[in-house]
């Protein structure tokens, strides 16, 4: 069956929040070999990248994506794992979405863990577990802007919230890790209450603003991009070969 857009969406947003935003159809984070298979079982116009796994199985790698966009499909990214797929392929025709995929492109060995966060399993929904590292710096400077904090203790909240590694990383986690440290009690428990409502969600922010780009009327969904040329390599075949995926890349007439 086919689809004009297909998303990958995980923690960075709920799929019911996102439908709110765009009618497509919506798939768990992307690994290894999944855009390849989506463009092989729902021959989309467009792929939107927004979640991806990390550490637990292989990422989604460049030359999948670059053999989906060989096949006329477009692939835009935003958020987590497509703003860095967006932000490595930008030259090569991915199109890149909001302030985290800006960022990585003008930010030279950006980690990626700075928009990792732990999640739950697929079969219960990938909801985060956590809070990314780049959402959690841009609230502690809304909070000192705001007065909440003293710029000594975004600082030092800042360098704290990036020793903890991204499986375990929270404002919670982060501020219970601070008070025993010995921080000021008292910004912290301010710090703490404001937090409720104070937090900045970027990723969600640019993943909205990227199914809103796709879901507008003057963005023109209504045929494939004109395809581009593409090298098979040993080690990607090797890679589609695992996933019994190799006969659909050898085939130039497969849709």
Same mark, same amino acid.
């Given at each position: 069956?086919?689809?004009?857009?297909?998303?990958?969406?995980?923690?960075?947003?709920?799929?019911?929040?996102?439908?709110?935003?765009?009618?497509?159809?919506?798939?768990?984070?992307?690994?290894?070999?999944?855009?390849?298979? +989506?463009?092989?079982?729902?021959? @989309?116009?467009?792929? %939107? $990248? /927004? !979640?991806?796994?990390?550490?637990?199985?292989? #990422?989604? *790698?460049?030359?999948?994506?670059?053999?989906?966009?060989?096949?006329?499909?477009?692939?835009?990214?935003?958020?987590?794992?497509?703003?860095?797929?967006?932000?490595?392929?930008?030259?090569?025709?991915?199109?890149?979405?909001?302030?985290?995929?800006?960022?990585?492109?003008?930010?030279?060995?950006?980690?990626?863990?700075?928009?990792?966060?732990?999640?739950?399993? +697929?079969?219960?929904?990938?909801? @985060?577990?956590?809070? %990314? $590292? /780049? !959402?959690?710096?841009?609230?502690?400077?809304? #909070?000192? *802007?705001?007065?909440?904090?003293?710029?000594?203790?975004?600082?030092?909240?800042?360098?704290?919230?990036?020793?903890?590694?991204?499986?375990?990383?929270?404002?919670?986690?982060?501020?219970?890790?601070?008070?025993?440290?010995?921080?000021?009690?008292?910004?912290?428990?301010?710090?703490?209450?404001?937090?409720?409502?104070?937090?900045?969600?970027?990723?969600?922010?640019?993943?909205?603003?990227?199914?809103?780009?796709?879901?507008?009327?003057?963005?023109?969904?209504?045929?494939?991009?004109?395809?581009?040329?593409?090298?098979?390599?040993?080690?990607?075949?090797?890679?589609?070969?695992?996933?019994?995926?190799?006969?659909?890349?050898?085939?130039?007439?497969?849709?």
């Amino acid at each position: 069956m086919g689809y004009e857009i297909v998303v990958f969406l995980g923690p960075t947003m709920s799929v019911a929040y996102a439908r709110e935003h765009l009618d497509a159809l919506y798939l768990t984070p992307a690994g290894n070999g999944d855009i390849v298979r +989506a463009v092989i079982e729902h021959a @989309p116009s467009a792929i %939107a $990248l /927004i !979640d991806g796994v990390f550490g637990q199985s292989p #990422a989604v *790698r460049h030359k999948e994506i670059l053999w989906a966009m060989s096949r006329g499909v477009r692939v835009y990214g935003a958020s987590s794992m497509g703003a860095m797929r967006a932000a490595e392929l930008t030259e090569y025709g991915m199109g890149g979405h909001g302030m985290v995929f800006r960022w990585y492109r003008r930010t030279a060995l950006a980690d990626d863990a700075d928009v990792a966060v732990a999640m739950a399993p +697929a079969q219960l929904g990938s909801f @985060p577990l956590g809070h %990314a $590292l /780049i !959402d959690i710096r841009l609230t502690l400077k809304k #909070a000192m *802007r705001n007065r909440i904090i003293g710029r000594q203790l975004q600082v030092t909240l800042e360098r704290l919230a990036r020793s903890i590694h991204y499986t375990e990383r929270s404002f919670g986690k982060l501020i219970s890790i601070a008070a025993e440290h010995g921080m000021s009690s008292q910004e912290l428990r301010v710090l703490d209450l404001w937090l409720v409502d104070g937090k900045r969600k970027q990723k969600e922010v640019d993943a909205i603003g990227l199914l809103a780009l796709l879901s507008s009327n003057s963005f023109e969904m209504k045929k494939r991009s004109e395809p581009r040329s593409f090298e098979l390599t040993e080690a990607f075949a090797y890679d589609m070969e695992y996933y019994n995926l190799t006969d659909i890349l050898l085939d130039p007439d497969h849709h």
